[in-house]
T-cell receptor, first 113, second 116 residues
Framework: EAAVTQSPRNKVAVTGGKVTLSCNQT?????MYWYRQDTGHGLRLIHY???????EKGDIPDGYKASRPSQENFSLILELATPSQTSVYFC????????????FGAGTRLSVL | AQRVTQVQPTGSSQWGEEVTLDCSYE???????IFWYRQLFSGEMVFLIY??????QNQRSGRYSVVFQKSFKSISLVISASQPEDSGTYFC?????????????FGDGTVLTVKP
């Protein structure tokens, strides 16, 4: 069974503060992704990675940075958090070879006050 | 640009009924995959089924199947013998194979309620 673990599960941050969301996968998948989900909407891609050391911009990268220090770990960084970044963030991993199903973590609920 | 539309924000059924959830999409690519995920009330995203564009056969997986109309760029998820445990939000998502990034573009989802 695929395993993607996100931490923290809930986070309250102050405007202008730095926030780091962490993701760990034990699937040995090359690709990892960060999405955000706003209430009543689908997931939108922020950043993704093909492997350790690589990060790519997704559809809504502004205000976010990503870091992939290893195959297993992928972080999302908000250097200067704003209230508009209040959302639920999902990490996912996937392997391009095969059917390329993405496996999602349980999500991190972030509130920026 | 790719886009996924789910025009039914909500849907409902009675226990045991067949449910159909609709999705349409826009893509200029020939090779792509359409995925269906279900989001549980806990927020967890669960993979259900996927349809590759190059396969003319509608995919099936347990009680889930799809009706794929490639020429209309539409796909429906069919849930047979629906149960209250099937309640949740269902998302359709598109992945273009030509770029091979594996990234998904999601629709806004359909909230399904199955009544006992």
């Amino acid at each position: 069974e695929a395993a993607v673990t996100q931490s923290p599960r809930n986070k309250v941050a102050v405007t202008g503060g730095k926030v780091t969301l962490s993701c760990n996968q034990t699937n040995n998948h090359n690709n990892m992704y960060w999405y955000r989900q706003d209430t009543g909407h689908g997931l939108r891609l922020i950043h993704y990675s093909y492997g350790a050391g690589s990060t790519e911009k997704g559809d809504i990268p502004d205000g976010y940075k990503a870091s992939r220090p290893s195959q297993e770990n992928f972080s999302l960084i908000l250097e200067l958090a704003t209230p508009s970044q209040t959302s639920v963030y999902f990490c996912a991993s996937g392997d391009l070879w095969g059917q390329n199903t993405l496996y999602f973590g349980a999500g991190t609920r972030l509130s920026v006050l | 640009a790719q886009r996924v539309t789910q025009v039914q924000p909500t849907g409902s059924s009675q226990w045991g009924e067949e449910v159909t959830l609709d999705c349409s999409y826009e893509t200029s690519e020939y090779f792509y995959r359409i995925f269906w995920y279900r989001q549980l009330f806990s927020g967890e995203m669960v993979f259900l089924i996927y349809q590759p564009s190059f396969d003319t056969q509608n995919q099936r997986s347990g009680r889930y199947s799809v009706v794929f109309q490639k020429s209309f760029k539409s796909i429906s998820l069919v849930i047979s013998a629906s149960q209250p445990e099937d309640s949740g939000t269902y998302f359709c998502a598109l992945s273009e194979l030509i770029t091979n990034t594996g990234k998904l573009t999601f629709g806004d989802g359909t909230v399904l309620t199955v009544k006992p």
